[in-house]
């Protein structure tokens, strides 16, 4: 079975750092991300990564967050740093696979920044 789950979410004050953890079980995938969802507001990419190492990042994370993989252990990782308050939202972990095509995303963690 095909599973992403979450892990590392909460509360942090602003200027903080908090680390997410994505673990896929099932298979391999060819890009994970992590995307957010604040109330009220439609879910945006935060941060993308290949199977290669390529990196994407939303313009408004570049410089403080960092998105990596663990190919061997199959898990995805988000370090987030010098956190705002607009950084609060529920996290979600996604994977894609080409072959065959496949999209899966988690369940969820919330992160909060209070000012």
């Known amino acids: 079975q095909v599973q992403l789950v979450e892990s590392g979410g909460g509360l942090v004050q602003a200027g903080g750092s908090l680390r997410l953890s994505c673990a896929a079980s099932g298979k391999a995938f060819d890009v994970m991300g992590w995307y957010r969802q604040a109330p009220g507001k439609q879910r945006e990419m935060v941060a993308t990564?290949?199977?290669?190492?390529?990196?994407n990042y939303a313009d408004s994370v570049k410089g403080r967050f960092t998105i990596s993989r663990d190919n061997a252990k199959n898990t995805m990782y988000l370090q987030m740093n010098s956190l705002k308050p607009e950084d609060t939202a529920v996290y979600y972990c996604?994977?894609?696979?080409?072959?065959?095509?496949?999209?899966?995303w988690g369940q969820g963690t919330l992160v909060t920044v209070s000012s």
């Open positions: 996604n994977a894609k696979s080409i072959l065959p095509r496949l999209e899966v």
């Open positions: 990564i290949t199977s290669g190492g390529i990196t």
